[in-house]
Every structure is written in C-alpha cells, then in structure tokens.
RNA sequence: GGCCCCGUCGUCUAGAGGCCUAGGACACGGCCCUUUCAAGGCCGCGACACGGGUUCGAAUCCCGUCGGGGUCACCA
C-alpha cells in the first residue's frame, strides 16, 4: 500500500455455486498479472444480491479456486454483505452533496416508462424526475420503497483500456443516472466494486468484456468520490466449444434433457417410465423434458443419467468441479485457460505455473471471443499425465478419487494405486483409469456382466469363448508362480497351440473378469486381482 | 433496433508493411505397431470473411459490406 508502484488485482465472484471456467479464467489472469509484479492478489465476495448469495456457494466457490491453486493474499474473505456501513456512509453523503438522491419510482412506474420509450422507436434513459417535498413525505407516509440513484454528470466518459484499447465508453446522450442503493438497502454492485477496489488499493481490474460498457458508470464514481482510476482490462468471452454460444451453467441440463428425448425416442419407452426407473415423480419429469427453463437438481440428474446410459464424462464440462470430477490436473487447466484469449508469444504452449508468471502480460491477452476446445484441454492433459512424477500422479488420482467417493477404486492402498497408474500409461483422465479399474476393486458378486460383452466375446461361435474359459482355468490352476510375466507366457503357448489369435483368448478372459470388454492390461490385472478371484469369476462368468 | 467490440486452418493461436509459396498446437485423414481401450511412430489435408483503396510491396494501414459477440436491470 505504501508503493504505489505496486500491482494489486482481485478476484471477485459473486457466490452462487461453484466456480465456473469463465471465472476460474478472469481469477487465474488476475493471479498471474500480480504474481508477475510481484504485486498482491485479492479475493472478495460479491454478495450484495441476498437473493442469490449463499453461504454455500462460498464454500464451493473457495474450494474450486484452491483446487486451481490461485492462492490470494488477504488472509480474511472480504464480504460486501459486511460492508454496509462503508457503502451507506458514503452514500449519504453523496446525498448530501447532491452527487446522488432518493428515487422513488415502483418497478412498475419504470417499466412503463421503459415500454412507452420503446413504443416511440427511442432509446430509454433513466431521467431525474422532480419531486417536491410534499410528495416526499407522502410517499414515506405510505411506506413507499425508494432506491438512491447516482446522479450521472452529463458529459462523454472515456477510457483505455488495456485490452480492447484506448478510447472505449460511451457519449453523453447515452448515459444514466443509475441506482447505487436498491430498496434493501444493499448497495449495487456499481457502488461496491468502485469502493472495495479503491479501499483494497487496486490497481487493474481485469473482468469480462460484459463489464466494459459498466466501466463508464465506474468512472463516473470514481471522479465523485475522488478516487483513483484504476487500469482496466476487460477480457474476451470464453464461447461453448460445440455450439459457440455462451458458456452457461445451464449446458449440462440442456444435454441431459437432448438425450432424455432421444433414449424416449429410440428406446420406444414413454416419460413415465423413465420417471419410474430414475425415481423421480411423473409430472416434475414431464415438466422438466417439455420446459427447458426447468433444471433438474443435481441429485436427480445422475438417476436419469443412469437410466438413459449417460455417462459423466459425455457431458461438457462448465464448471472447474466438473473438470476435477472428470480427473484432469488443475496446473494443465489452467496453463489451457490460459492459453484461451492469451499467448506468450512464437510456438510457447505448454507452461507450467511458474513459466506462465514469467511470461504473462496484458498486452498479450487478445480482443477476440474464444471457443473453448476440450480434446485439445484432453491432450494437454494426457502429456501432463504422461511426464508426471509418480508421486504427482498419485496425489492427482487421490484427489481425482476424493471427488468421486463413489468409486470402488477409493478402496485401494497406494501401492496399488501407483501400479494401476504405471499400467494405464497413455491414459488421458483419470476418470479412464478409475472406470476401467474398478472391477479390481469389487467383491467378487460386485461384478456385473454386460449383456453385450457376453454375447459377443463368450457365446457367438456356439460359446467359443465359454469354453476357452473351461480349458484356460485348468491351466491357470496349474500355473506355478501367479506373476504377469508367467500369465503371459502361458497365455501365448495357449492361443498358439489352438491356433488361435491371443485376443480370442484374452477378450473372453476380460469379460469373465471386468464383466466388460475393455480393461486395463489382462496379464498384469490378472496379477493384480490374484489366482483366486481370477479363477472363481472365471468360474462364475460360466455359471452365467 | 441503438451504441460498442471483434473477424488468420474445423478449434485455440503466432504474425505489430517486405523474414509469409502464412508458423505452432489440438482435431481430422492415411499407413505402421498392438491382448481390449488408449498410447506411440511416420506421412498428409487445412486459413489471412468479402470488396474497394493507400503503398514499389498488405494477413498486417484506411473505408465499406457481411458475419459473430457484448450491452441497453433495484444481477453481478
């Protein structure tokens, strides 16, 4: 604070459940600018909107950002909701000043307003109307709600930015007097943001470009309440890979009730019985398949999700849980995000934290809407994965497993989970490793054949497969050490004196062990699961 | 619709008048390898939105057209 000199960002979300990526992107750029300067990054609550606001979602909000590893400076979270005091002292004395004055308008008074403007092909802007002081104390004798609106100079606002460029804002025809106070009494976002940020000593402000056109309104309070301008930067808009609409929240619902209506279609079932088989009551379910406003709640989605055979992983991922749910490292999420909207120039693409705190700049950071591109986030990934310490990789597979506690896989120690990791090398999440392994973690009676996987691989060609099964578990029997090397070994002499191709064997073999047809290597899961189980699921596929 | 912003391969981008017959990454196609799924190796396809200027010379500067986005709240 003493040097001005000094970079100081902020992070400042408004609480309304967990982080989304657009967000995570603005927070990382914040982070990345004061870690570059060595300057300070600050994180703060925008609760000002009590409807939306929960503690909950603070919660949620916190963890995804220490997930991403963007650690900020101030010790205790600012919250607005704390703040009132702050924002009301110094609206009053706008008032005072006449930089600022009740309105009392009714929501329905302005809509009137805001119709008749659009009737006349006129832009509508907010004017001051006069009161007297007589209707005043009528109104305040009625109980009638007021807000405190911000009493807008007259003039062109201009400003530079240090991305979209010099010269951004609007002319003075357009501007408005806005309100600083709503009838709560909580302050708008407007107020807050310039008070906390001039308090906090901000120096650069970097938001999405939706906020460019507040700016105006900022500066405007700024020059009232004589505070510094700080350097703007307002960042392109992270677009939704597959439709290149906005990223919204809402994307997953949308793409479960999309399939909901195909699995109807295909599957010759009505919505009834997708009701019935996902627990959810008949007429909610309806509603939500024919009202695209209706979100399921997040316990219900993965019943449908289940039912209709949707899997986790086919659904975009929006928020940054998603993307841990998923199992991708946090470092290659961000060094992704990163690279939407900012370059460091040449060929550079994959960084670490500590290359993109040296490289970022402002100036780098780029105008255009960017799409966002998740086989190429799945890449990055599986190289990160790939070059990765064993220890890291573990500790990203504990963590990936924390996630996701339902997963049998939660039950192994490390030791076999560090094994599992070196079998699957090559993989791209961890959510391939932990659904491909689970079989090596269930009892025996856990594993649930696949209906398909069985008639493909055990009874086509009158249950060829079966009796490869029948043959090999004498041999496995007999086998004298139970190692990967030694299953191998006898494996091939198996298929090659039946003539037949390894994989004739070794598919009905998967089936009888994972109950699927895909797994990790059969010789080393063999090893893994033991000679006992191998046996008694061999065993029980041909009881099936 | 008004105002504002943006426009290089399918996608993310490099490019700040000659280094560009436009580079990289992901995706995609082909071949090879392979016990499943992956992974890996080699080769390949692929863009300066369009039209006018300025200039000896333009992806880079200017104008227009078209296309995309943002914004017009007592939400942030």
Do not use: C
């Not at 003075?172 to 407007?190: E, L, N, W, Y």
């Amino acid at each position: 604070m003493s040097d001005a000199s000094k970079v100081v960002t902020r992070y400042a979300p408004s609480p309304t459940g967990y982080q989304h990526v657009g967000g995570a992107r603005t927070a990382l750029f914040s982070w990345l600018l004061a870690r570059h300067f060595g300057g300070t990054y600050l994180l703060r609550i925008e609760d000002t909107d009590l409807a939306r606001s929960t503690e909950d979602a603070v919660h949620k909000l916190v963890e995804d950002l220490q997930w991403l590893g963007l650690n900020w400076d101030n010790k205790e979270l600012v919250f607005q909701s704390k703040r009132l005091d702050v924002y009301n002292k110094l609206i009053d004395g706008m008032i005072a000043k006449g930089q600022s004055y009740k309105a009392w308008e009714t929501p329905a008074e302005l809509e009137e307003s805001w119709k008749a403007a659009g009737k006349a092909k006129r832009q509508y802007v907010y004017r001051r109307t006069e009161v007297t002081a007589e209707q005043v104390k009528q109104y305040e004798a009625e109980g009638r709600a007021h807000v405190v609106r911000f009493a807008m100079p007259v003039k062109d606002y201009r400003f530079d930015d240090a991305v979209v460029g010099p010269g951004q804002g609007v002319a003075a025809d357009q501007v408005q007097d806005f309100v600083i106070r709503k009838s709560d009494g909580m302050p708008t976002f407007h107020l807050a943001v310039v008070v906390d940020d001039a308090e906090m000593g901000v120096t650069h402000v970097l938001r999405g470009q939706e906020h460019l056109l507040n700016t105006v309104n900022h500066i405007a309070l700024q020059e009232a309440l004589g505070y510094q301008r700080p350097v703007y930067a307002h960042l392109p808009v992270i677009l939704a890979g597959d439709t290149g609409a906005k990223l919204s929240k809402r994307a997953r619902d949308q793409k479960i009730r999309q399939r909901a209506h195909e699995w109807i279609r295909s599957a010759k079932k009505t919505a009834a019985e997708l009701a019935e088989m996902s627990g959810i009551a008949a007429d909610r379910l309806e509603e939500w398949l024919t009202n695209d406003k209706k979100q399921l709640d997040l316990s219900e989605q993965p019943e449908v999700m289940k039912a209709i055979g949707l899997r986790e992983h086919d659904l975009p991922e929006i928020m940054v849980r998603d993307f841990r749910k998923n199992g991708y490292l946090p470092e290659v999420l961000n060094n992704f995000l990163a690279l939407l909207g900012w370059s460091p120039g040449g060929d550079r693409e994959r960084m670490t934290m500590a290359e993109m705190v040296e490289l970022f700049s402002l100036e780098g950071v780029g105008k255009a809407n960017a799409r966002f591109n998740r086989e190429k986030l799945v890449a990055f990934n599986k190289e990160a994965v790939a070059a990765a310490t064993p220890e890291r990789l573990l500790a990203g597979f504990r963590d990936y497993l924390k996630a996701n506690p339902e997963s049998p896989v939660n039950r192994g120690d490390d030791g076999m989970l560090t094994k599992l990791l070196g079998m699957k090398a090559g993989f791209r999440l961890f959510r391939e490793v932990d659904e491909q392994a689970r079989f090596l973690f269930l009892r025996d009676d856990e594993v649930m054949y696949e209906a398909a996987a069985v008639e493909k691989v055990l009874k086509k060609n009158e249950g060829e497969g079966a009796r490869m099964l029948r043959e090999l578990k004498g041999v496995f029997e007999a086998l004298a050490e139970w190692t990967a090397g030694a299953i191998e070994g006898v494996m091939n002499e198996f298929a090659a004196v039946r003539q037949v191709k390894l994989n004739n064997v070794a598919q009905p073999l998967r089936v009888a062990v994972s109950g699927g047809m895909v797994s990790p290597p059969i010789f080393q899961s063999l090893e893994m699961l033991g000679r006992d189980a191998t046996v008694r699921r061999m065993e029980r596929a041909l009881s099936v």
